[in-house]
């Protein structure tokens, strides 16, 4: 035997549901509550600590206080072998250097891949 439901049947629930989700208070806009992601650890720990590397300097870009360098993996920062630009905490310490150098240098990440070198000097 089939048996018939009413539209009110259905139509009451879901109107109760509306209503109960409606009844809520307002957050007090935490970033938990609204959804945002805490940064994650292992970016946190990248982006905090100083890495050290070893490349070819590139460019000096004086007036911009960046540099370019073509530069090995960086393990501690889990990048591969690239060619980038950083930019340079101390304009100064890039005063004794030329393009072409091989050259040692430590850095820190502040986001994604943008990169500040925090010490430069020429290879051994």
């Known amino acids: 035997m089939k048996t018939m439901t009413s ?6 629930p879901l109107a109760t549901l509306l209503l109960v989700g409606c009844e ?5 806009g935490s970033a938990a509550e609204r959804g945002a ?3 994650m650890p292992q970016q946190a720990a990248q982006s905090q600590a ?3 590397a070893e490349g070819t300097l590139n460019s000096i870009d004086r ?4 540099v370019n360098i073509s530069h090995e993996p960086v393990a501690s920062a ?5 060619t980038m630009s950083f930019k ?7 005063q004794n250097l030329t393009p072409g150098q091989k050259v040692e240098f430590r850095f820190t990440i502040e986001s994604g891949m943008s990169a500040t070198v ?5 290879a051994d």
């Open 78 to 82: 889990s990048w591969p072998a690239m």
């Open 88 to 94: 340079l905490s101390d304009p100064s310490a890039a």
């Open 63 to 66: 007036a911009g206080g960046t």
């Open 7 to 12: 539209p009110l049947s259905t139509v009451i």
């Open 50 to 52: 100083e890495h050290m």
């Open 24 to 28: 809520q208070s307002p957050s007090d």
């Open 118 to 122: 925090t010490q430069i000097s020429p």
């Open 37 to 39: 992601m805490p940064e």
